[in-house]
T-cell receptor, first 118, second 109 residues
Framework: NAGVMQNPRHLVRRRGQEARLRCSPMKGHSHVYWYRQLPEEGLKFMVYLQKENIIDESGMPKERFSAEFPKEGPSILRIQQVVRGDSAAYFC????????????????FGEGSRLTVL | KQEVTQIPAALSVPEGENLVLNCSFTDSAIYNLQWFRQDPGKGLTSLLLIQSSQREQTSGRLNASLDKSSGRSTLYIAASQPGDSATYLCAVGDYKLSFGAGTTVTVRA
């Protein structure tokens, strides 16, 4: 059973370009979460998605960031007009059910996508 | 707002010694507490999940306890090995996990 798959693992962009990060959840998991780990900081929640729905985007920056989880294909985190401050590791996690509601929603994380903005 | 603190920030022990990693959180109304391991440049590996109704979980050489009333969890790693060297993260919450800064462990051969 493959784990959470993220690609690319490393991405380099120049300021003003767009970055697209992809995440395929574990088989059987319908809940996807994106987290960001800035240099020298802890992981911070960004967004929670189910198929075709954004459930909670309270951690997303108000501008330039968007996320989707289409009916078919991976979840995508999109960063438009990147700036140096966007350089970070972006982690995707998935769970088979909502974590907390029935107290059994363990989150499984991918290897992360490391974005460097020049 | 949930604040998660991990002490110590770094720990170096000789091989074979038991490890004790501490995690404290400010809001005791939690759903789950998860311990993760992160190797440099790698992702997070889930080690143990303790549900709010539980007091501890065990997996092999790992044991984690949870005391919600005092806002604390402790991860014990018995008979440490060099392969245990990594950063250990504590996280609290439902899907919106609040992470500590981690404890970086070095096990010396």
């Amino acid at each position: 059973n493959a784990g959470v798959m993220q690609n690319p693992r490393h991405l380099v962009r120049r300021r003003g370009q767009e970055a697209r990060l992809r995440c395929s959840p574990m088989k059987g998991h319908s809940h996807v979460y994106w987290y960001r780990q800035l240099p020298e900081e802890g992981l911070k929640f960004m967004v929670y998605l189910q198929k075709e729905n954004i459930i909670d985007e309270s951690g997303m920056p108000k501008e330039r960031f968007s996320a989707e989880f289409p009916k078919e294909g991976p979840s995508i985190l999109r960063i438009q007009q990147v700036v140096r401050g966007d350089s970070a590791a972006y982690f995707c996690a998935s769970s088979p059910r909502i974590s907390g509601r029935d107290n059994t929603g363990e989150l499984f994380f991918g290897e992360g996508s490391r974005l460097t903005v020049l | 707002k949930q604040e998660v603190t991990q002490i110590p920030a770094a720990l170096s022990v000789p091989e074979g010694e038991n490890l004790v990693l501490n995690c404290s959180f400010t809001d005791s109304a939690i759903y789950n507490l998860q311990w993760f391991r992160q190797d440099p440049g790698k992702g997070l590996t889930s080690l143990l999940l303790i549900q709010s109704s539980q007091r501890e979980q065990t997996s092999g050489r790992l044991n984690a306890s949870l005391d919600k009333s005092s806002g604390r969890s402790t991860l014990y790693i018995a008979a440490s090995q060099p392969g245990d060297s990594a950063t250990y993260l504590c996280a609290v919450g439902d899907y919106k996990l609040s992470f500590g800064a981690g404890t970086t462990v070095t096990v010396r051969a």
